[in-house]
């Protein structure tokens, strides 16, 4: 795994069960204890339901603010209105590789470029971009990133998230049990170092065996063809943009002609 995404540490991967819980793991262990009220969480418009809903709940659980940087006219991601929405105070970047909705490719290492400048960290959603292009989490840059294994012909719910030490060291962990303790009395615990403190309980072994065999043959196979992925990306531009065309001359609309 660490090959095939080009990790820097395998110790810096942490398997969990799936993208969704794995972007909650960065929710509830370094967005909720780190940030304060005047903290934003930027998103991106073409964001999926995984990546919005954890920052929303943080948001409104302690009065953050959950900000949204819109698409433009080619249902890619309006990177001025970004520019300008990406503040100091922003604290957390998140957003998908590649869109499921449009199939639309984000500018990821230009995301993260912007946002470190600001001082913001960032969280990316594979989910869709691991199994159809060659990802380099090396070369992104981003402080966390999660590869999920159901899209890519895996068992369901096996998965591995990719962060740096300055955000996963730190936090604490958001399960307990198991080799996530090194020491503990009835007074003290001593968590265990990254990953193991993410990885409560039993790990999902049998996911982790078939993750493995999913990237064996996915490394042999032609689904990272960057013309397969254009193609995708293209129908999906053709579909939001009827899409739009339908609401803006349904009657009641801003774009339609008022009925006599």
Known sequence: MRRFVNAKQPARSV???GTTEGI???ANTWVRPS???GDEI???EPSIIPTSCPGRCCATASARK???APIDDTVGLDMAAFERLLTPRTKLVACPHIANSTGTLLPVEAITRLAHAKGAKVLIDG?????RMVVDVQRSAATSMRSPATRATAPSASERSTASASCSTPCRPGR???????TVTFDTTTYNEVPHKFEAGTPDISGAIGLGMAVDYLEGSASTDPGAREALSGYGAICSRRCRACASSAPGSAGSASSP
């Not at 989910?127 to 199994?131: G, W, Y």
């Open 42 to 44: 930027l998103i991106t």
């Open 176 to 182: 307990g049990g198991g080799d996530m303790i090194l």
């Open 15 to 17: 398997f969990v069960r």
């Open 127 to 131: 989910a869709q971009a691991a199994p």
């Open 24 to 26: 909650n793991l960065v």
């Open 66 to 68: 959950l900000v949204v």
């Open 35 to 37: 940030f304060g009220p």
